[in-house]
């Protein structure tokens, strides 16, 4: 089985969409993964729901090793956008990553071990020219290799 079989829609946003935009798609979709997108469509980025919290965490996590003693953030677990003046101007450019491109006929097995290998939990997906054609869930891609497996499928 090939992955855009188990591809859905997939919303998407541009580089100079703000975090306060991005956070209400998010909102909104339930996504946690936000495709960023050129004029014609290309993948350039991606951000993933931790690039977007990071910009409410507080600098000194970075420079722990065991944040366990830490019980709660008191008053920084309030934080609002107004808190934070600076927030209307980051834009997904700032936080986005390097997207890891998965074509559309990628087999499942193959597409599930790169979801191991780096974490994820959706796979975007282009298609030969690096446009973005839909998104695929880790739930998607186990369930589907599953079904083909038991049923005696292909898994190519």
């Known amino acids: 089985m090939i992955l855009k079989h188990y591809m859905k829609d997939v919303i998407s946003v541009k580089a100079s969409t703000t975090v306060r935009e991005a956070a209400s798609l998010i909102i909104e979709k339930r996504a946690g993964t936000l495709p960023v997108v050129d004029d014609n469509n290309t993948l350039i980025g991606v951000v993933r729901l931790p690039n977007l919290l990071k910009v409410f965490m507080p600098n000194f996590v970075s420079l ?80 589907g290799f599953l079904s083909a497996s038991m049923n005696g499928g292909t898994l190519t």
């Open 64 to 143: 722990l090793d065991n944040i366990d003693f830490v019980v709660d953030f008191g008053s920084l677990e309030e934080l609002h956008f107004k808190d934070i003046p600076e927030i209307e101007n980051i834009t997904m450019k700032k936080i986005m990553e390097k997207p890891v491109l998965i074509y559309e006929d990628c087999g499942l097995l193959r597409a599930f071990a790169i979801m191991d290998k780096y974490n994820f939990m959706d796979l975007l997906i282009v298609d030969k020219k690096s446009r973005l054609v839909g998104i695929a869930s880790r739930v998607d891609i186990a369930a």
